[in-house]
Structures are given as structure tokens and as C-alpha cells.
């Protein structure tokens, strides 16, 4: 199916997401409503005084935002940089050290885009909770990955651990 490579951010289809007191928004994923496959975009919206995401590193996939309305505080590795509409953020692949997370410290909504490289596979540390994940996604227009799965890092085992 083709789709049209021109859209307004706000026809988006917007889905609330939330969790707890701490994380709220509205995203809305643009690649599938304009036809990208290799290169991930997203609408975020947040709340005075939520987050998103939980502060997160990827081992396969950057990403860049650009704030398009209110203002937050941008958590990447240990430092914590305000930010405002018109700042454009990296979030390069790596370790904890390139842990970010976005947080609306404003009081209106903070607004922005992120654009993200759409690797198949990827591997997400979440420090400040000692989680570690995988992704592998076959279809990138779906509404879900094919795999996925999050642990806390635990004790290692051996390759052969396990096998008969």
C-alpha cells in the first residue's frame, strides 16, 4: 500500500499511554502513516511534571529529538540539561553513559519529534532500574515487535548452561 508522504502532525492518530504517577504521554508514529521504513519517527506529547519513557540506552539505534513546544530537562548519562522548543538532542549508541530520558519540567505540554535509526535488532539498558532488553522487528510498520523481552540483569550463565 502507498501512503501519501505528506501529513500534518496534527491528523496524527495520537494513543494515550501511562504508568503509575511518574509517566505519561500521547505518541503518535509517523514512518507507518507516511510510508518510512528505514528511518523511525515520533510524535511525543508529555504532561506538565511526566515523563514518557524511563531513562533508556540503545546498543543499535540513535536518535535525535527536536522540541517543538514547552520546555523539560534532557537526563543523559549523569548530566541533566534544560531544554526548551528549537533544541535538538543526540542520543548516540552506547552504554549507560548515553542513558536519556526527557523529562517535562514546564507547565504546559512539551511537544517533540523523534527520529530514530530502524535497525531490526536491538539491545536497551534501563539503568535506573537495572533492566536490560531485546527487539527484533520484522515488520517495521507494525504495531508491535515479533520479539521482545526484559529482565533485570541477573547472574550470567555459561553458553552451555543448560544444554544436553
Not at 35 to 61: E, Q, S, Y
Not at 83 to 112: C, F, M, W
Request: proline letters at 9%; glycine letters at 10%.
Amino acid at each position: 500500500m502507498t501512503r501519501p508522504p505528506v501529513t500534518h502532525i496534527d491528523d496524527l492518530p495520537m494513543v494515550e499511554m501511562s504508568h503509575g504517577e511518574t509517566f505519561a504521554a500521547k505518541i503518535a508514529r509517523l514512518g507507518p502513516v507516511t510510508g518510512m521504513r528505514d528511518l523511525g519517527c515520533m510524535l511525543t506529547v508529555v504532561p506538565p511534571g511526566k515523563k514518557a519513557f524511563p531513562r533508556h540506552n540503545h546498543h543499535n539505534i540513535e536518535e535525535a529529538f527536536v522540541i517543538l513546544e514547552g520546555e523539560g530537562e534532557y537526563r543523559f548519562g549523569d548530566t541533566i540539561h534544560p531544554v526548551r522548543a528549537g533544541h535538538v538532542l543526540s542520543a548516540p549508541i552506547g552504554g549507560p553513559e548515553t542513558a536519556h530520558q526527557l523529562v517535562n519540567t514546564g507547565s504546559t505540554d512539551l511537544k517533540y519529534l523523534a527520529f530514530s535509526t530502524m535497525p531490526a535488532v536491538d539491545i536497551v539498558e534501563y539503568p535506573d532500574s537495572g533492566k536490560i532488553g531485546a527487539i527484533r522487528w520484522s515488520d517495521p510498520d507494525a504495531d508491535e515487535p515479533n520479539f521482545r523481552y526484559r529482565a533485570y540483569l541477573g547472574e550470567p550463565v555459561d553458553y552451555w548452561e543448560g544444554e544436553v
